[in-house]
């Protein structure tokens, strides 16, 4: 399973490229405004760091728009991926992006019928929420399951994000429910990383290490 970054912050990405386990960044409106910077130059600075796959969202909700914007994005930068809301213009914008070469995400997927139409028109990812999922009472994970279930019937190439996630449990059930893709916060991706258990016993090797490397020091300069 891909890991992505759900953020727009390039300090966050900066911190866990050189790490490797990076596949890609998703952003959304809400998370560039929280950036308060240029769009492109942000996109721009994101690419710049290598990484391959960079979600960027139309605001516009008209087909027209929506091709207009969703073309100028996808011109910044070869890893943009260009993100449709899932509404009958955003269908209709996939279709012809994709048909162009442009790799879309179709985004804001809260049903199995909504994904089976993402496919269909050609999207390159669908994006199901699955903490608003959760959020609103119903069990998010679910939704990834039956999306995944339903391509893998149909061998449809659209690739499963599994977005809105909340928590490493989610990931974990991401990746057992077989999503092509998980995008998570920063803090999420970095208790990914960390048992406590982990923690604990390296302190023990070190210390049982110590130990044992004392008397050698004592030793070495009678020599
Ligand atoms: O980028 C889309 C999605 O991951 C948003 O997550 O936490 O705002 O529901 P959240």
Not at 97 to 109: H, K
Request: with cysteine.
């Amino acid at each position: 399973m891909q890991l992505f970054l759900d953020t727009a912050n390039p300090e966050e990405i900066r911190a866990v490229w050189p790490t490797g386990i990076l596949d890609g960044v998703t952003t959304n409106p809400t998370l560039v405004a929280k950036e308060g910077r240029d769009f492109e130059e942000l996109l721009r600075e994101i690419c710049a760091l290598g990484v391959p796959s960079v979600s960027a969202e139309v605001v516009a909700t008209d087909v027209d728009g929506m091709l207009r914007e969703g073309r100028h994005l996808a011109s910044l930068h070869p890893s943009i991926y260009v993100k449709c809301p899932m509404t009958t213009a955003g269908l209709a914008a996939t279709k012809r992006l994709s048909a162009e070469g442009i790799r879309v995400n179709l985004t804001l997927v809260f049903s199995a019928n909504q994904a089976l139409l993402a496919a269909k028109v050609g999207a390159a990812y669908v994006s199901p929420f699955v903490g608003r999922l959760d959020d609103h009472g119903q069990d998010g994970m679910a939704l990834v399951r039956e999306i995944v279930g339903i391509y893998r019937n149909y061998r449809f190439p659209t690739q499963v994000l599994a977005a809105s996630i909340r928590h490493p449990v989610h990931v974990v059930e991401a990746a057992k429910a077989g999503a092509d893709i998980a995008t998570m916060p920063y803090a999420v991706l970095e208790k990914l990383v960390h048992h406590p258990l982990t923690d604990l016993g390296l302190e023990r090797f070190l210390k049982d290490w110590e130990k044992a490397r004392k008397p050698m020091r004592v030793a070495a300069p009678g020599r």
